[in-house]
């Protein structure tokens, strides 16, 4: 078989479990549910560092933190300069044409980071308006393209609705759906589908802003969702943790109590992202057999996080807990892939770093020495193919080990899946759940003299991960509290001083 195309989706804080294919109660993904009919589902999928920068460092570089070095949201830091080999520049060297469509969020916004060309539009960006005086040339395709269009004026703008790009409030989009950044990003991806090589095969990653805040849907996809159940607030016996950071009736709060009915119209917002999106890839498909692409092309889908979106009074991302780090993954070989495996669903725990290896490794590119994610195939074919891959390989891992800077600490967390340990390392806290027994995380096990063995099994855990990091979070072999941290490890730091 020749070198497949290869086309990435990555879709901006779609929750793991908001797929009709996942079983989820209201949202509706038809065409997402095909793809993974026809490939693989990935049931315990993470972003070990679960905010849009770091996140994307991990898919684009296949590395895990503690090897990236990005462990924190931090805007302003030279990509290239940090992470010189990635996903895109591997497909790059060997020989195919590589276009990016949509979010990036790297630094300086214009740099290409190993693509040819990239058609940009991160979302509101206010690190990038500020530097740049609001001229949007310079970090942006989107609004530049919108003033142009007929009946627009020369001041549109992103949010000229009023609804904010970290905000509960949602209402409907106020402009022609054609308009819209989803729109428009499926659009894009179709018009250069037209402008590509034909000579080579080509690797094209295609990011949507949504469904991150603004809750903007088309009327018609938010009225999918408002008469839904209403939202109930549920809270567990462990949030008291959080006390210190409550910050009730904030519509950009990220722990606190909302209404209700705020957070029903969010929700119905949300969804209705979701299944907006989930017509524009039914969009690119239909473009794909036109083309005649669509039998020599892989197809992935994933986030780079999820949103915690009411859950235990959490909103947003960064937290360990599973509406923030699970995140969903699909995976569907090339349909003329003789070995493939179709409607497979997986058990074992992966992450978005092993996003990069598994793309390389179904196009038969070399996967980088640099790169210490692991690659899926195995999952993804059967027969001697499969066989013969699994003899090369090591047996997969036990646990992933997650965790992000956030209110003031280091959120750690580890998990196969099935069981999550999670410690705060300032104020000491410790939650460990049963996530088979408790999918919704609500009851916490760690003070319970019953579950102390599982306890240590899951606090060693994380202290084998922890154990010499630069922080200090580990002493005599055990964890220790109130450390200094960073939203960036020293080796990063160094690589980006030069």
């Known amino acids: 078989m020749d070198k497949p195309n290869v086309i990435l989706i990555c879709a901006d804080e779609w929750r793991g479990d908001a797929l009709g294919a996942e079983g989820h109660p209201y949202v509706q993904t038809p065409h997402l549910d095909e793809l993974a009919g026809k490939g693989a589902?990935?049931?315990?999928?993470y972003s070990a560092t679960p905010t849009c920068v770091p996140a994307r460092v991990a898919l684009f570089t296949g590395q895990s933190q503690e090897r990236h070095g990005r462990v924190g949201y931090q805007e302003g830091v030279n990509f290239d300069d940090v992470h010189p080999v990635t996903l895109q520049g591997e497909f790059r060297k060997a020989g195919y044409q590589t276009h990016a469509i949509g979010k990036l969020h790297?630094?300086?916004?214009?740099?290409?980071v190993g693509f040819d060309d990239v058609i940009l539009h991160d979302g509101f960006l206010h690190f990038a308006r500020k530097e740049h005086k609001r001229d949007f040339k310079f970090f942006d395709d989107y609004v530049p393209w919108l003033r142009r269009q007929p009946g627009v004026t020369a001041d549109e703008e992103y949010f000229d609705h009023g609804a904010g790009c970290n905000s509960t409030v949602a209402r409907p989009w106020d402009k022609a759906e054609r308009l819209h950044p989803t729109s428009w990003t499926g659009s894009q991806a179709v018009?250069?589908?037209?402008?590509?090589?034909p000579t080579r095969p080509f690797f094209l990653y295609l990011s949507f802003h949504?469904?991150?805040p603004p809750y903007d849907p088309p009327a018609w996809a938010m009225d999918m969702y408002l008469d839904l159940p209403a939202f109930k607030r549920r809270l567990g016996d462990w949030e008291h943790h959080y006390e210190s950071v409550r910050t009730d009736g904030n519509h950009q709060l990220a722990f606190g109590k909302l209404s209700e009915a705020v957070t029903h119209r969010a929700r119905a917002g949300y969804y209705g992202l979701m299944t907006q999106i989930d017509f524009q890839l039914m969009r690119l498909v239909e473009a794909l057999n036109e083309f005649g692409l669509a039998d020599d092309t892989v197809l992935a889908f994933t986030s780079d996080h999820g949103e915690m979106l009411g859950d235990h009074d959490f909103y947003r991302k960064s937290v360990g807990y599973e509406g923030s780090a699970r995140v969903p993954l699909i995976v569907c070989p090339a349909p003329n892939d003789e070995a493939a495996l179709r409607g497979a669903v997986v058990d074992e725990v992966v992450e978005l770093r092993d996003i990069m290896p598994t793309l390389l490794d179904l196009a038969g590119v070399p996967v980088p020495e640099s790169c210490d994610g692991k690659s899926l195939v195995r999952f993804l074919r059967d027969g001697p193919s499969a066989v013969e891959h699994q003899e090369k390989q090591e047996q997969w891992r036990e646990w992933l080990h997650g965790e992000h800077v956030y209110f003031g600490q280091?959120?750690?967390w580890v998990t196969d899946g099935h069981t999550k340990y999670l410690w705060a390392s300032e104020w000491g806290t410790e939650e460990l759940f049963n996530l088979d027994e408790d999918p919704e995380e609500m009851h916490n096990l760690a003070p319970l003299p019953e579950h102390t063995g599982l306890l240590a099994l899951w606090k060693g855990r994380l202290i084998a991960d922890l154990t010499g990091r630069e922080e200090g979070f580990v002493h005599d072999g055990e964890l220790v509290i109130g450390v200094p941290v960073t939203t960036m490890l020293a080796h990063a730091r160094a690589r980006m001083a030069g």
């Open 410 to 412: 280091s959120l750690q």
């Open 191 to 197: 018009e250069w589908l037209y402008r590509r090589d």
């Open 41 to 45: 589902r990935f049931r315990h999928a």
């Open 210 to 212: 949504r469904p991150h």
């Open 106 to 112: 790297v630094y300086p916004e214009r740099s290409r």
